[in-house]
C-alpha cells in the first residue's frame, strides 16, 4: 500500500538555479521514508540511532523530470519490494500538486541490515518486515 | 500577533552529535518565516526572485537551549517588529512538544529592503509591511 | 583526462548515523565538477546563472561502499562521456586516502543542455563540449 | 594567533536568490573551526564523536555584510577567546579575495563543554585549552 508525504518546497531546498539543488530530491524522499516509518509505530531516534542494527542506503538513483521551486506543493508517494531478508528497495514519485499535478522526479533507493559492529548482513528487524510488506508495490 | 509553524525534526537536519546541527535552526526559522509569509497570501516564488526588491538578511542571534533530534515534534513561533520603512526583525521561539513542552531555542533575524541594482534602502513594498503589522509583538 | 579534486569530510556533510548523508556525495560530486570546470578557465557564476543556456541533470545513480566520517581526507576523481551533441555523463570514484586507500562510492550524473526559455535541448556550448572532450574516460 | 582556512564557495552554498544562503555562514565557519583543531593535532572524529565530553554551542550571531557567489574564493580568518574554564567563544570574519579583498561576515559563536551523561558543565579537556590559548586575539 502506497504511502504520501506532503510537503512545501523551502527557499532552503533551493539553489542558485531557482529551483530544486539536485541532491535535496533524495532527503526530501527520506523525510517521507521517515514519516511512513513512524505512521507506522517505528521510533525514529533509535531506528537511526541504531545501536543494534543500522539500515545504510546502498545505492540510490534519480531521474529528474520537471524543477521544483521554493514554495511549490509536493507530494512524495513510496512504496516498497523486499529484496531477500536482509534488503529492500524503495519507489518514490514526487509530484507537484497543480492542477495539473505533474511528476516531478522518480527515485528509488536500495537498504540494507548489517551488524554496526561486524558490517555483516543481518535479517531485518520484524517490524521494519512488517513495514516493507505493508508498503509492498 | 504571533504565527506558529509546526516542523517534525527530520535525519537531514542532524548532524554526527546526534542532533540538529545548529546553522539548521536559521534554515528551519527561514520555513517559519516562508510559511507565514504564504499564509497572508505572499507568493513565495516572487517573493524570493526578488527582481525588484530584495529583503536580505543582515543579522541573525541564536540561543541553543536544549537539543533537538530526529523525530522530534517542533513548534516555530515567530513575531516580527518594524526597524524603520526599510527593515524590520523576527523573533522566533523554537519548542519541542511533549509534555512537558519545553523551549528549545531563541532565533532573531533582521531584514533590510533594498534595490538589487543600486543595493540601496528602499521602503519596504506594501504587502510585506502588512504583513510585518500583522504579527508585531 | 581523469581529474582529482582533494576534500576533507566536514561536520557538516554528516548525520546522525555519524557518517556522511547519503545525499550529500551527489553535493561532493558536483563541488568535484566545479572545480574541473574553473580549472578549465569556464566561468562559474555565470555558467550556473544561466541566461542563455542551463545544463540541469537529468539523472543520477550512486552506489554506497563505504562510509565516511568527520576528517576523513577524500579524493573524487571524475572522467566524462558525450552522450550527443546536446548531453553528457559524469563518472566519480569518491576515495577514503588511507593507507590504504578505498574506494568509498561510485558516482554517475546524466546533464542536459536546454534553452532556459523554450526548455528545449539545444548544443553545448564549445567551451563545455571542449571540457567534456578533454575529461573523456 | 589568528588561523586562516581558504574556501571556494560551491553552487550547494547557494540558494534561489543567487547568494550563499545565510546559514551556511554558520556551516561555512564551523569547517574553520574544525581544520584549525586538526592543524593543532585534534582528531576530528573523536573529538565531534564526544563519548566522554561534548562541546555544544551555546549561541552565534552573524552580521552579513556582502553576499558571496559560487565561485568566490573565501578565506575565513578566526580567533578565540576564553569565557572560563568551561567555555570559549570563536570571532570570524570571511572575506572575499579580489583584489580587492573585502569584508564579508563577521560570525561569533560561544561553546560550553558539558558531560553528555549529567549534561553538567565540566572544565575543557587540556588539548583544547591549548587551542584556545593558542588562537586568542
New interface residues.
Given amino acids: 500500500m502506497a504511502f504520501t508525504y506532503r510537503r512545501?518546497i523551502?527557499?532552503?531546498d533551493?539553489?542558485?538555479?531557482?529551483?530544486v539543488?539536485?541532491?535535496?530530491?533524495?532527503?526530501i524522499c527520506?523525510?517521507a521514508y521517515?514519516?511512513s516509518l513512524?505512521a507506522d509505530g517505528i521510533?525514529?531516534?533509535s531506528f537511526?540511532?541504531?545501536q543494534d542494527l543500522?539500515m545504510?542506503?546502498?545505492?540510490?538513483?534519480?531521474?529528474?523530470l520537471r524543477?521544483l521551486?521554493?514554495?511549490d506543493k509536493a507530494g512524495i508517494t513510496l512504496t516498497t519490494a523486499s529484496l531477500g531478508p536482509d534488503s529492500f528497495s524503495i519507489s518514490y514519485e514526487v509530484h507537484r500538486f497543480g492542477p495539473p499535478k505533474k511528476l516531478a522526479a522518480r527515485v528509488c533507493t536500495e537498504h540494507v541490515c548489517i551488524s554496526p559492529r561486524t558490517r555483516e548482513r543481518h535479517a531485518l528487524p520484524a517490524a521494519l518486515a512488517a513495514w516493507v510488506a505493508h508498503h509492498a508495490a
Fill in positions: 512545501t523551502r527557499f532552503a533551493t539553489d542558485a538555479a531557482g529551483v539543488f539536485f541532491p535535496n530530491y533524495l532527503a527520506h523525510e521517515e514519516e513512524a521510533e525514529l531516534r537511526f540511532g541504531g543500522v545504510p542506503i546502498s545505492k540510490s538513483q534519480v531521474e529528474y524543477p521551486t521554493c514554495g
